[in-house]
Structures are given as structure tokens and as C-alpha cells.
């Protein structure tokens, strides 16, 4: 069972490109149980929620995953042979997939690798297996809470120095210009600088290290890492046994930020990882042979386009940016002058109380400070709504997407006790990149695919949402969850 996950990736760009889309996510899309409308259906559309949501079948307010900032980041797991901040999945509650099969076979094997640590290391869960990401020394690598010296083989990749061999290698568009819908150069992408192809990698190593992760190889060298991996580990070789494989690919997320959805390097980076996306397919069924593999592909969220780039495809003609000093500077002299340090708040997600006993001794309720807040961002151009966890709780979230989105994201007795939501397409101030983030249907709008034996190809209506995949798997494999979950399985044949 292979587990893609392919980083801030829109179901339009399936439609987007579809003429040239031809290897492996043509494939998936056109062989597999296809929904173009599959949801993240959550609010802050960010990579470690949504990755902790492909596998675990529950909302991030269940895992324990709001947001990257309170991702798999800390300093209690360093990393084997780099300096990088440590990860571990210490904030992550509950199982997943892989415990369920582990559950059912205790021979079961899991590999899990991505660029990023929250890509490799939360579609798992707490299991301490094999889990590796990519440093900026150019070496995949782990975190002293999987183990304390890395596997022959993982030493052994990294000794081919295949990253470093890229330096002052160039990126040129993959097809004939005339086959790119999208200008090449506009000044808003990548900060103002290296605006046009090609693109080309610094010559010096460490240098070129450090930027690998935003050219298409990158991707590249994940799947063929997954691969040695794969081969090395027997995954898949037995016939009696199911092993598991979780690949998470973050180029597309890199490009993306950089150039933002409407340029031509996002376009060339999805036809290049299409193409290796085949290959990959290809060697994983000349290893394990055709109809012994099932592959399910999503993402984690979508983007937005620059505000000030009228795009070509999203509505987002009004967009504009927001500035919330205004609205913080109200709280902080409220705080203030009811004797609670400022620093007993902070913007995480929205207005989060840091420190719970500052307000007690104060004698002071943070909701009535929270409140505040909302009541400043209400009167905000650009801001559709501010709410009050504790109201949001009482919403009608069948027909109010906004506040489900929120509700499946954060505990109403949490820290976080206000959110606001930008209109449509809109940015905060200061953000230079393009990005995403808000549970607006263009950020949470992923596709839901299921490709292999058992499963009946063709394009589904209606929606699903990520959190029905891992409960779809575990009924395709005959395999039980071990705990409540909140998505539920979807029908494979139609
Ligand atoms: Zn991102």
C-alpha cells in the first residue's frame, strides 16, 4: 500500500494542466477512484494538520495538529548528523493506519520519507519506525526519537551524493513554450529575483543544499529515495503481508510559495512531477508486479494567488491584505490596564492564551480580552468573521462551512479562544510569498484518489474528505481502526 501525498496541491491543477498531464497523476486520475472534490475540512490549511489528517481518519482537533507552528518541531528530538531543528510527533494523539494493520500483522512494515519532517513523520502517528526527511546538508536523515544511528542503507544513499552532483545544474521548462498558458516572468514572484527561466542552482554545494528542496530534483530524489528503501526493506515482498509506504512530496509547495499558482515554473513543476510520478509507478510494479499495489494520492491543502496578481483561473479580483496591529494594539492596553502581562497571549492561530494563570491572578476571563479582539477584526476591510470559539460551538455546521472548518481544527476549551477568517483570496500584511492557510474551498479543495486491485476506476461526484481515507483503506485491506474516527469509508465501486 503506497500513501502519496503531494504538498499544497489543488484539485484544479489535475484540470489545469490536463493536456499535459501525461505519467503518473494521469494515471492515477484517470485509472483510479477519482474525487475531484475531495476536502480538507478544516480551517488552517497548513501541511502538519493536514498531513496528520491523511492517515489518522480524524479532524486535526482529535490528532492534536492545528497548525505548524504547533507542529512535530522541538528541541527534545535532534537529528542524526545535522544541526536542523528537531521532530518527533510528540503533539500527535491517537493511531493511524499503520497501527491498525500493525494490529492485525505484527510483520507488518511502514516507510515513511518526504523533504519535510512533518511530511514524513505524521501520516504515521507516535509509531517510532522508519521515518526520514531531508536536511539542508543534503542527507536524508531522522530524529533521535526513531533511533540513534541511521540504517546501512539510508548511510549508503546519502553516500551517492546525488543532491550535491546538481549544483549549478539549470531548470529549464520541460515542453515548448507555446504549451505553457502562463507568462514566464512577473515581478511578484520569488521576492522580486530570479524571476525568469532557467533557474539555476548556486555551484557551490552547500549553498546549492540549501536550495535544492524548491527545484523539481528534489522530488525526484524522494521517490527514488522511497524506492532504494522500498528494496532494501523487502516492503511489499512477501505475499502473505501488507506493508505500508508513505511518500510526501514538497517541491510542488516550495514552487509554489515561490512563484505562486498562476506562474509558469508551478505549471512545469507539476508536468515534471507527473513524469516522475510514472516512473515511480513503473518501478514499483516491475519490483512488486502490476495489481499486488494499491496507491491513494491527496494533498494537503491548496493556494492562494498573490493579491496582486489578478489570476487567470481564482476569483480573486478583491482581494487585498490585512493588517491586524490594530486590533492587537486594542487588547494589549486592555490587558494592560486590567493588570495581565501581554505576554500571556500570543497570535498562534488566532488570540491564544499562552498563560491561563497570568489571567486567574488577574482575576480576569481571556474570553472577555478574546473579545475584544474579535470586535476590533469585525470592523476590517478584508475580514469576513471573527468568532469567539465558544460561539463557534453552537453553529449550524452543517450549513456553515466556515465554522465546521473551524471546529474541526480547534477544542472550544482550548488556548485558542478567538479566530478571525480573511475574505476570500485575501493575504495578511507582510506575507511576500504566495501561501495559503485559510478554510476558504480554494485552500481546502484537494483531490481523493484511490488507484489498484479492487477498486473501480472512473470519476466520482459528490465530495469526500481526506479524513475518509485511512477508513477506506482499512476496509480495502479487511483490517479494523482502533479508536473512533470521523471520516468513514467511501465506496470504491460505484
Ligand atoms: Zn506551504
Redesign the pocket.
Known amino acids: 500500500m503506497v500513501f502519496l501525498t503531494v504538498?499544497?496541491f489543488g484539485s484544479d491543477y489535475l484540470e489545469r494542466y490536463g493536456g499535459n498531464l501525461t505519467g503518473g497523476l494521469a494515471r492515477l486520475r484517470d485509472e483510479g477512484a477519482t474525487w475531484m472534490r475531495g476536502r480538507q475540512d478544516h480551517a488552517i490549511a497548513?501541511?502538519a494538520p493536514g498531513h496528520a489528517s491523511t492517515m489518522s481518519g480524524r479532524f486535526p482537533v482529535h490528532t492534536g495538529i492545528s497548525s505548524n507552528s504547533q507542529g512535530v518541531n522541538t528541541t527534545d528530538a535532534p537529528l542524526i548528523g545535522s544541526g536542523d531543528i528537531g521532530a518527533s510527533p510528540f503533539r500527535f494523539r491517537g493511531t493511524t493506519l499503520y497501527d491498525w494493520m500493525k494490529a492485525t500483522d505484527p510483520q507488518t512494515r511502514v516507510l515513511s520519507v518526504s523533504r519535510k519532517d512533518r511530511g514524513a513523520i505524521l501520516p504515521i502517528g507516535r509509531a517510532k519506525v522508519d521515518i526520514y526527511w531531508f536536511a539542508s546538508n543534503g542527507r536524508f536523515t531522522t530524529s533521535r526519537y526513531y533511533r540513534d544511528t541511521l540504517p546501512t542503507w539510508v548511510g549508503a544513499f546519502n553516500a551517492t551524493r546525488t543532491p550535491q552532483s546538481y549544483a549549478g545544474r539549470t531548470w529549464s521548462p520541460l515542453l515548448p513554450a507555446d504549451r505553457y498558458a502562463e507568462p514566464d516572468t512577473n515581478p511578484l514572484e520569488s521576492l522580486g529575483t530570479d524571476l525568469t527561466f532557467p533557474h539555476t542552482l548556486p555551484a557551490d554545494e552547500a549553498l546549492a543544499m540549501r536550495s535544492f528542496s524548491q527545484y523539481p530534483w528534489m522530488d525526484s530524489l524522494t521517490l527514488a529515495f522511497a524506492l532504494e528503501g522500498v528494496r532494501t526493506m523487502g516492503l511489499g515482498a512477501t505475499p502473505t503481508r501488507t506493508d505500508l509506504l508513505a511518500v510526501s512530496l514538497s517541491t510542488t509547495?516550495a514552487v509554489g510559495?515561490r512563484y505562486g499558482p498562476d506562474s509558469r515554473e508551478i505549471h512545469d513543476q507539476i508536468l515534471r512531477l507527473d513524469r516522475y510520478l510514472g516512473a515511480f509507478l513503473d518501478s514499483l510494479q516491475a519490483l512488486r508486479g502490476a495489481g499486488r499495489i494499491i496507491v491513494a494520492l491527496t494533498a494537503d491543502h491548496g493556494i492562494a494567488p498573490f493579491p496582486e496578481w489578478r489570476s487567470p483561473w481564482y476569483r480573486n479580483h478583491d482581494a487585498q491584505r490585512v493588517d491586524p496591529k490594530r486590533a492587537w494594539a486594542r487588547v494589549y492596553a486592555a490587558m494592560r490596564a486590567a493588570g495581565v502581562d501581554t505576554a500571556a497571549v500570543d497570535s498562534d492561530d488566532g488570540f491564544r492564551v499562552r498563560d491561563a494563570e497570568a489571567f486567574r491572578r488577574a482575576g480576569v476571563d481571556p474570553d472577555a480580552m478574546a473579545a475584544i479582539w474579535v470586535r476590533e477584526l469585525r470592523r476590517y476591510n478584508g475580514v469576513l468573521r471573527a468568532d469567539l470559539l465558544r460561539d463557534l460551538a453552537s453553529a449550524d455546521t452543517v450549513h456553515d462551512d466556515i465554522a465546521r472548518r473551524w471546529l474541526h481544527m480547534l477544542p472550544p476549551d482550548g488556548p485558542v479562544r478567538a479566530v478571525v477568517t480573511l475574505e476570500p483570496f485575501g493575504y495578511w500584511a507582510g506575507v511576500d510569498y504566495a501561501t495559503?492557510g485559510q478554510p476558504h474551498d480554494y485552500d481546502t479543495n484537494v483531490p481523493v484518489i484511490f488507484w489498484g486491485p479492487g477498486i473501480a476506476r472512473g470519476r466520482r461526484a459528490g465530495e469526500a474528505r481526506v479524513v475518509d481515507m485511512a477508513p477506506t483503506l482499512a476496509t480495502l485491506l479487511g483490517i479494523t481502526p482502533l479508536e473512533r474516527l470521523d471520516g468513514r469509508a467511501l465506496p470504491l465501486r460505484p
Open positions: 504538498d499544497q497548513e501541511t509547495d510559495h495559503h
